[in-house]
């Protein structure tokens, strides 16, 4: 049995009690957490949340992409939200990653090399990353609002949000 077929039938014993079906698709607390895919990170867990609370937008890195920067717009736009968390972690695989030998592994399983647009988004300094992150998205035009945008680590090792001002 796959991981896959092991969620599944995780969601047969998930739907007999389903209780969240009359939930509306804006977010009950007008918040977005941009995060890692870590599977360390648990936002609900960590940050309090249940079904219905908020958007969490999920990449390697918990990095500011244009995908990102998209999924908030409509956010904003079109779905009431109006503070952003980014929330990068301790222990990231993003953190130091060699993108030239990363390159090298996908052009030797593929054949040949990724396009040279293709950026990974590897980082040597953790708050310098988060930085970067809340400033790109300040700089926003595509934003609605950009006054409550606050960068943060999650710490893997003990659980706790830290701010980064
Ligand atoms: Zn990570």
């Known amino acids: 049995m796959s991981a896959t ?27 977005v957490l941009v995060t890692c895919m870590d599977a ?11 079904p219905g609370d908020a958007h969490v937008l999920r990449n ?12 908030l717009a409509i956010s904003q736009h079109a779905l009431g939200t109006r503070e952003i968390m980014v929330v990068q972690h301790t222990k990231c695989g ?17 054949g040949s090399p990724p396009s040279a647009s293709v ?12 930085r970067a992150s809340v400033a790109r998205l300040r700089a926003s035009t595509l934003l609605l609002h950009r006054d409550r945008i606050r960068g ?11 701010e980064i001002h």
């Open 119 to 130: 950026r990974f988004g590897a980082f040597t300094d953790l708050e310098t990353s988060v």
């Open 5 to 31: 077929d092991e969620l599944l039938e995780n969601n047969a014993r998930f739907t007999a009690g389903f209780q969240h079906g009359e939930l509306e698709a804006p977010p009950a607390r007008p918040v």
């Open 60 to 71: 390697a890195g918990g990095l500011v992409t244009d995908d990102v920067v998209r999924s």
């Open 152 to 162: 943060f680590v999650y710490e893997v090792e003990t659980g706790r949000v830290r």
């Open 94 to 110: 993003m953190h130091g990653l060699d993108e030239n030998a990363l390159a090298l592994r996908i052009e030797a399983a593929a």
């Open 40 to 50: 360390r990170i648990d936002p609900a867990l960590a940050l309090g949340l249940v």
